[in-house]
T-cell receptor, first 116, second 113 residues
Framework: QKEVEQDPGPLSVPEGAIVSLNCTYS??????FMWYRQYSRKGPELLMYTYSSGNKEDGRFTAQVDKSSKYISLFIRDSQPSDSATYLCAMSARYAGGTSYGKLTFGQGTILTVHP | DSGVTQTPKHLITATGQRVTLRCSPRSGDLSVYWYQQSLDQGLQFLIQ???????AKGNILERFSAQQFPDLHSELNLSSLELGDSALYFCASSSSVLTDTQYFGPGTRLTVL
């Protein structure tokens, strides 16, 4: 079983729709959660970073973390064709002293298409 | 543009050969990470260097090695290449070991024929 599971989709929605992307994880040590967006043949671009349970909002994007259920989500409101990309969740852990393990563990990525 | 640069963009080589991928981190970043992205395995962490020293290691093959130089740029060396090594190789950087936010470069696409 993979440490991070993400539905690969593909997901196709009309412009203006609300998109929900999800990941589950099994490793309780994960405390820091990120969402990256990757356009075709490009490097992943950091969208959201959060470390606590609850919601974090940034423009049209909302990241949600439920550590008790080991479940994270990314919501995209008023989706645009320019949002069409692969969305990757990523997670990390830290040592007791607060330094990062360094390694990010990624989900497989969800391919999203927003059509006009 | 993340500020992380990688060269070359594309590399085509034959099995058994050796190649070197180069990465320059964002200005001021001390940590460099290498990842491999393939269709079947997704993005996999290979290795991290911090200020010239190896700090963390993932599922990196013995045929692969990396180093970080005094000017903080990093190189990933892949030797005895196999068809299965064909993938996208990404470098990422972060400012310190106290952060988990990593900024990725544009990647190097390696094709082994």
């Amino acid at each position: 079983q993979k440490e991070v599971e993400q539905d690969p989709g593909p997901l196709s929605v009309p412009e203006g729709a609300i998109v929900s992307l999800n990941c589950t994880y099994s490793n309780s040590a994960f405390q820091y959660f990120m969402w990256y967006r990757q356009y075709s043949r490009k490097g992943p671009e950091l969208l959201m970073y959060t470390y606590s349970s609850g919601n974090k909002e940034d423009g049209r994007f909302t990241a949600q973390v439920d550590k008790s259920s080991k479940y994270i989500s990314l919501f995209i409101r008023d989706s645009q064709p320019s949002d069409s990309a692969t969305y990757l969740c990523a997670m990390s852990a830290r040592y007791a002293g607060g330094t990062s393990y360094g390694k990010l563990t990624f989900g497989q990525g969800t391919i999203l298409t927003v059509h006009p | 543009d993340s500020g992380v640069t990688q060269t070359p963009k594309h590399l085509i080589t034959a099995t058994g050969q050796r190649v070197t991928l180069r990465c320059s981190p964002r200005s001021g970043d001390l940590s460099v990470y290498w990842y491999q992205q393939s269709l079947d395995q997704g993005l996999q962490f290979l290795i991290q260097y911090y200020n010239g020293e190896e700090r963390a290691k993932g599922n990196i093959l013995e045929r692969f090695s990396a180093q970080q130089f005094p000017d903080l740029h990093s190189e990933l060396n892949l030797s005895s290449l196999e068809l299965g090594d064909s993938a996208l190789y990404f470098c990422a950087s972060s400012s310190s070991v106290l952060t988990d936010t990593q900024y990725f470069g544009p990647g190097t696409r390696l094709t082994v024929l």
